[in-house]
């Protein structure tokens, strides 16, 4: 009898000690162990999850309502994990058919779905989609410890603050304020100093010429609009397959009064690489690219990141 109880002493510190808590947006989750079945409902948990050494059980990479699939980058990284619907439209059956123990959703698109996911699996809300580079490095340490790889995380975020340090010498100092925007084919969206690129570059030594307005850390801008920000550096995400409005913008005598335009200082990444991804494996792509563009040191954009 004696040695039962000390047996069941010692699982019971095992499992306490096994115990992991976090904070996400919809308060605190604890899980009793580590997750081993995760299902991803964005792209940068799908990101973050690769780069910690876990494979999803499930992840958001269909196409429908518009999605793109997974970014090009990851593509070969996720070969074989069940696609679980689009971002905007989970699939509720083939989540519960992934037996997630774990659910990681987008605090913003998934906020109606948050209920019946929870019902599902434990789930983890996090501002991604509308999340700034400090809610992303958060986000990379909560999911590492709820899948047991803190230490992992842990690493990836010395590494992150590593290469932006070594990115920020190659920044010009004095360098006039940017815009940075997502195009389509319909729309031009402006990116905030509190939005995921918008801060990074921030991060990496360049000034964001556009605060939060009205709650927003990113909305759509007109070319009139655009014109009326009057922007010395203009960054442009656009998709290779895609023909973005600016496109047509260009044509207008308005286009060429900007004056990152007439300072040749229009740069163009590509947005499935920088706006859709967002984790760890994402910025280190972000990284080499601010400085290979030369949008850091305020040079003529080269190569393949000058402007269409």
Excluded: C
Excluded at 161 to 166: G, R, V, Y
Excluded at 272 to 296: C, E, H
Aim: aromatic share 6%.
């Amino acid at each position: 009898m004696k040695h039962t109880l000390i047996s069941l002493t010692t699982l019971t510190l095992l499992s306490a000690a096994l115990a992991v808590t976090v904070k996400h947006e919809g308060g605190n989750l604890t899980l009793k162990t580590p997750a081993k079945r995760v299902v991803a409902l964005e792209y940068s948990f799908v990101d973050t999850l690769v780069a910690l050494g876990v494979k999803p059980a499930g992840a958001a990479l269909g196409t429908q309502g518009g999605d793109r699939g997974a970014p090009p980058y990851l593509a070969g990284r996720v070969s074989g994990v069940t696609a679980t619907g689009s971002r905007a439209q989970p699939s509720l059956e083939t989540i519960a058919a992934s037996r997630p123990d774990l659910i990681l959703a987008d605090a913003f698109v998934h906020q109606s779905a948050l209920g019946t996911l929870s019902k599902l699996a434990p789930t983890a809300a996090f501002q991604s989609r509308r999340g700034s580079l400090e809610d992303l490095n958060a986000q990379t340490l909560a999911i590492g410890q709820l899948v047991g790889r803190e230490a992992a995380a842990r690493r990836l975020l010395a590494e992150q603050a590593s290469l932006i340090s070594k990115a920020r010498a190659f920044a010009k100092k004095g360098a006039p304020a940017f815009v940075a925007a997502v195009v389509t084919p319909k729309s031009l969206t402006v990116h905030t100093n509190e939005s995921f690129v918008g801060s990074y570059l921030e991060a990496l030594g360049r000034k964001n010429q556009l605060p939060v307005k009205d709650g927003q850390t990113q909305y759509e801008l007109s070319l009139e609009g655009l014109v009326a920000l009057s922007p010395q550096s203009l960054v442009l995400f656009t998709a290779p397959d895609e023909t973005p409005i600016t496109e047509a913008w260009q044509k207008n005598p308005l286009w060429q009064k900007l004056a990152a335009v007439r300072r040749g200082r229009v740069y163009e990444f590509d947005r499935d690489n920088w706006t859709r991804g967002r984790g760890p494996l994402a910025l280190r792509l972000m990284v080499a690219q601010t400085i290979q563009s030369r949008f850091l040191q305020d040079a003529a954009p080269s190569g393949n990141f000058q402007y269409r």
